[in-house]
């Protein structure tokens, strides 16, 4: 469901009668509701990661406060994503499934994007290569 759609089910778009632009909108919804437009934008974008990816792991990260942007903003979000669909995916085609997934947020709050795409057979591999070494004998009890 498109951020718009949320609006105009929840009401929003009915309350507000000047939307020059989904940022707008956004910031709208923020006001009447008692989520920041921080919060909303994090929430849609991970809820359409999870519909999208079914990831096993997923962090949405606003890192707008690092940037010269209005106090409040959620226009920088990072996402660390692991999803089984990015299996025998290389990196430009993981980052094109994400991108897709968030293809209306891109053109409105979202002005960038940082992306860490993992595949579960990566993070399997990583787990599984990070054994701990054999006991050397250390302190006798």
């Known amino acids: 469901m498109s951020v718009l759609n949320i609006l105009r089910c929840s009401g929003v778009l009915q309350k507000v009668k000047f939307l020059p632009s989904l940022s707008a909108a956004v910031n709208s919804y923020a006001f009447l509701s008692s989520q920041s437009a921080e919060e909303f934008v994090e929430n849609v974008v991970k ?3 999870e519909n999208a990816l079914q990831p096993e792991f997923i962090e949405v990260i606003n890192e ?3 940037h010269n942007v209005p106090r ?15 299996n025998s995916k290389n990196l430009v085609q993981r980052h094109r499934l994400v991108m897709a997934a968030l293809q209306e947020e891109l053109k409105g709050p979202i002005h960038a994007l940082a992306i860490d795409a993992i595949s579960s057979t990566e993070v399997k591999g990583k787990v599984e290569s990070q054994e701990s070494p054999t006991c050397r004998g250390g302190s006798k009890l």
């Open 64 to 66: 707008s406060t690092r």
């Open 47 to 49: 809820r359409k990661l």
């Open 72 to 86: 409040g903003s959620a226009s920088h979000i990072r996402v660390t994503i692991v999803s089984p669909m990015f």
